[in-house]
């Protein structure tokens, strides 16, 4: 079974940067996604096997950065000019296949990871 860890969240103030982190025990595609209290899970971000390819939501495109180290079995989300929208529950997922269209689904994963809470202050 793929194991999923997310670490790095925490509370910062608007404008600030984060940086989330989750092991993996698997090569797959990654993403990450924010799920809001009352909310549905949200698209974030994702990455190919090797990293050559991302995808980003509209919302963070040009402020969050995802990318992976294989060698460190680690999966990043940089995260700059926090908003206070930005606050969530942000979780990794792995997914066994690459089809563009299909990655913003969370239906597409087949592994999650526990989450780890990102709190913005205004």
């Known amino acids: 079974q793929v194991q999923l860890v997310e670490s790095g969240g925490g509370l910062v103030q608007a404008g600030d940067s984060l940086r989330l982190s989750c092991t993996f025990s698997d090569i797959y595609h990654k993403a990450w996604f924010l799920q809001a209290p009352g909310k549905e899970r949200e698209f974030v971000a994702a990455i190919n096997t090797i990293g050559s390819s991302t995808y980003y939501a509209d919302s963070v495109k040009g402020r969050f950065t995802i990318s992976r180290d294989n060698a460190r079995m680690t999966l990043y989300l940089q995260m700059n000019s926090l908003k206070p929208e930005d606050t969530a529950v942000y979780y990794c997922?792995?997914?066994?296949?690459?089809?563009?269209?299909?990655?913003?689904?969370?239906?597409?994963?087949?592994?999650w990871g526990q989450g780890t809470q990102v709190t913005v202050s205004s």
């Open positions: 997922a792995a997914a066994r296949t690459w089809i563009r269209s299909r990655m913003p689904d969370p239906r597409h994963y087949d592994d």
